[in-house]
């Protein structure tokens, strides 16, 4: 499986998860089969694009009443989950790192939120939604005896730089930041920098330019 995985182009996997949250929702509806063009509508992409991913993960039980709903959820979820639940800690509980606990733990999904850090004597030895935080001086201990595998950072930005050493040294392995610095780990540490600005910027940018071509 690990070799199947490692094979999959990384947009793949965004979009297997994207597929997982609307056959859950259409589950949830009563709906039991789904076309590879509904699929691929509801999502803003081709039926050919469906096709090709699911072919890719080795799913291709396209019938003609479509696919199975609960089949198709079970095998992506072999594929994207890992067989026993990760466990994640977030660093910064600011409005941000708040936000994003409540977010996680509320999907009912494999990957749970476990322990938070800050420096801030407010929120240090108090549970927040439910969740333990502690210093960030204890952060090597605590994640090796929660055994935390993924870290979301949503600290300040100026302090992100200072938390790379640490992740390194307390063996993380994958670090999301929403921070809008960019952190750089060595090989073995998957990372995904995901600067808020930069996206909203994007968008900001094609809204004007679509509005200077109606205009134009």
């Given amino acids: 499986m690990a070799s199947l995985t490692n094979s999959i182009p990384e947009k793949t996997i965004e979009r297997l998860s994207e597929y ?3 056959l859950l929702a259409s589950h949830k509806q009563g709906i039991t089969h789904i076309f590879s063009h509904v699929l691929a509508g509801i999502h803003g992409i081709t039926a ?6 699911l072919m890719l993960i080795g799913f291709s039980s396209d019938t003609k009443k479509g696919y199975d709903v609960q089949v ?11 067989p026993s639940p990760m466990n994640i800690a977030v660093l910064g509980m600011g409005h941000l790192g708040q936000a994003i606990t409540k977010y996680f733990n509320g999907k009912g999904l ?16 108090t549970t927040i939604d439910g969740i333990p935080c502690y210093h960030m001086d204890s952060f090597e ?11 979301i950072v949503s600290s300040p930005t100026k302090v992100a730089p200072s938390l790379v050493v640490p992740i390194i040294n307390a063996g993380i392995k994958g670090v999301l930041n929403f921070t ?3 952190l750089n780990f060595p090989q ?9 600005t930069t996206l909203l910027e ?12 109606s205009n134009g």
């Fill in 180 to 182: 809008s610095t960019p």
């Fill in 188 to 196: 073995g540490i998957v990372v995904e920098n995901y600067d808020i």
């Fill in 110 to 125: 494999n990957l749970k939120i476990t322990a938070a850090f800050d420096v801030d004597p407010a929120k240090v030895s």
């Fill in 72 to 82: 198709l959820i079970d095998y992506i979820s072999r594929i994207l989950d890992s």
């Fill in 202 to 213: 994007k968008v900001a940018y094609f809204v004007k330019e679509s509005e200077e071509n």
């Fill in 48 to 53: 050919v694009q469906v096709r090709r991913d």
């Fill in 20 to 22: 997982r949250r609307t």
């Fill in 141 to 151: 201990e605590i994640a090796e005896e929660k055994d935390i595998s993924i870290v």
